[in-house]
């Protein structure tokens, strides 16, 4: 059976698909190309054969709101094209950085830049977003195909800094679960907040006072595992990490309907987790160091 996908040509490392209104937008002619598979759309896009499609501008809000971008943030948008993501972000009294391969989108979106009268507070780079600095980004935006957001997937993980929102316009990024998934009249956004890396072995006292060792397995913003105290081993359940916050639950080791014991929440700070833990009626303190 043919498949066939016109609209859906979103230029993955750079024409990614962007956002409100500032350019003319090309629309779908009945000459366009037409793919018979997801592959080969996705190989016209990255040699940008095919034209992005542009965010609504409904949807350009919604996503900057999701982000809960303000006049502190610098908002980097990878494959920017005509820059209205990081235009809208301007208005808004924040920074941008808008990244594509394309050099005429690069041009179009100074254009742009320049109408709404925002280039004072955002900087448009002609480049690969597999290889562009993003250290400094406090929140990322997205428009590409699904197989890029999973190529991307460990470079936001590994360069972007805990508490990071990364919102994406339809395309999600596989096992990676969105913390947030909305729809905006026809289109699906999606919010990630890059979580700590906590795995590990960790050592601290419980709020009754015990010792504990625990280790701890990560999968993105869950983690699992076992603490042991005195002899006793306990399963870790319900672990999530939400930046540099976390929640977890401990409960009798090897029995899946055993009550919970011990309720922790905490912050990852200069390597320790630190917070408040919850056993038989009590409240204290917690700290916990890496082994």
């Known amino acids: 059976m043919r498949l066939v996908l016109t609209l859906l040509a979103i230029a993955a490392l750079s024409c990614g698909a962007q956002s409100s209104d500032p350019a003319p937008i090309a629309t779908a002619q009945a000459s366009e190309p037409q793919f018979t598979s997801i592959e080969a759309l996705e190989s016209a896009a990255l040699k940008k054969d095919v034209p992005y499609v542009p965010t609504p501008p409904e949807t350009v809000a919604r996503m900057l709101q999701l982000a809960n971008v303000s006049r502190n943030d610098l908002v980097y948008d990878l494959g920017s094209g005509d820059g209205r993501i990081v235009i809208a972000a301007a208005k808004k009294g924040a920074r941008g950085v808008g990244i594509d391969i394309d050099p005429t989108r690069i041009m179009e979106a100074n254009e742009n830049a320049k109408a709404a009268g925002v280039t004072d507070r955002v900087k448009f780079i002609q480049g690969d977003l597999f290889t562009a600095e993003i250290h400094d980004a406090t929140a990322v935006t997205l428009y590409l195909l699904r197989s890029v957001n999973l190529k991307l997937r460990p470079k936001l993980l590994s360069d972007l800094r805990p508490g ?32 700590a890396k906590i795995d590990g072995t960790w050592r601290w006292t419980g709020a009754d006072g015990r010792p504990r060792t625990a280790r701890v397995e990560q999968s993105f913003q869950h983690f699992s595992g076992t603490a042991e105290s005195g002899g006793e081993r306990f399963d870790i359940r319900n672990g999530r990490i939400r930046g540099v916050e976390v929640s977890f639950e401990l409960a009798r080791d090897g029995d899946e309907k055993a009550p919970v014991t011990e309720r922790y929440t905490g912050t990852l700070k200069d390597g320790r987790l630190q917070g408040t833990a919850e056993a038989n009626n009590r409240r204290g303190r917690w700290l916990a160091e890496h082994d």
């Open 164 to 195: 990071t929102p990364i919102v994406s316009h339809d395309f999600d990024m596989g096992e990676w679960e969105p913390d947030t998934h909305e729809r905006v009249n026809d289109d699906d956004v999606y919010l990630w907040i890059v979580p």
